[in-house]
């Protein structure tokens, strides 16, 4: 894969923790995190940080980051998609770069544990040619979906997905399920910019640790990130244990 970009949003009107994208983890910023992964990945040709804010550019570019420019206003609303906020920052680089990119990856700054390794991984996979997408993924072990429930009408309950049969066996039987890492989406150009959506038609995987999917959205999330990363910090191989 010849040119692609990454972007990472990172909006200043954070409503779980203040200032969350520029809150401290372990001495840097937590979008300090993610660049550091983006930049040792070695994979992106740039690497943009889409935000309206003047505090959390300075910070973005201080930890290596491209804000050549600032997000609209429009697209900093509490229900803005992340789709548009990346077909923003693709055309305004491509426009600023005058040529275009083969991909593009959304890198979100609330995964701070999000790995250069990874994010290597899934635009080598893009690059062979046979996929559309790539999306990190962690293996979900507390809530396998044969053991999901929905109730009808006079409170009955019945599977959410119809296998049959009550699933009463044990979790180790069950047919390995994942959910999305929630850290990185890499697609084709053309996915997002012709089919108006982050996520192609055929996509492959990355498998990642589930510690590396913590997502800080509020409070207790930012403490676990911190008793992870004090965990890391202490481990001889870098991880948690």
């Given amino acids: 894969m010849k040119r692609v970009l990454a972007v990472i949003p990172a909006r200043g009107g954070s409503k779980g923790i203040h200032r969350k994208n520029i809150v401290d983890l372990g001495g840097l910023p937590l979008i300090g995190h993610v660049l550091a992964a983006a930049k040792a990945s070695a994979a992106f040709a ?17 930890h290596g980051a491209e804000v050549p420019f600032l997000r609209p ?15 923003h920052a693709l055309a305004e680089m491509e426009k ?22 990874d994010l290597a991984m899934a635009i080598k996979k893009l690059s062979e040619g046979n996929c559309e ?15 999901l429930k929905r109730i009808i009408a006079e409170d009955i309950l019945i599977n959410f997905i119809d296998q049959g049969f009550e699933d009463m066996r044990a979790r180790q039987t069950l047919p390995k399920v994942y959910r999305r890492a929630g850290g990185c989406y890499v ?22 640790p589930e510690w590396t ?5 509020g409070p207790i999330d930012l403490e676990l990130a911190r008793i992870v990363y004090q965990r890391m910090k202490s481990s001889p191989l870098g991880e948690p244990n």
């Fill in 187 to 208: 697609s084709l150009r053309e996915v997002v910019t012709e089919r108006n959506t982050l996520v192609g038609n055929i996509v492959r995987a990355v498998i990642v």
């Fill in 73 to 87: 206003r429009e697209l900093t609303e509490d229900t803005t998609p992340s789709l548009p906020v990346v077909q």
């Fill in 46 to 62: 740039n690497i943009v940080v889409s935000t309206e804010d003047e505090e959390i550019a300075d910070v973005a570019r201080a």
């Fill in 133 to 147: 997408s790539v999306v990190t993924v962690v293996p979900e072990q507390s809530k396998h979906p044969f053991r």
């Fill in 96 to 117: 600023l770069e005058g040529k275009t990119y083969d991909a593009v990856a959304l890198i979100q700054c609330t995964s701070p544990f999000t790995r250069a390794k």
């Fill in 213 to 217: 999917a913590i997502d800080v959205d």
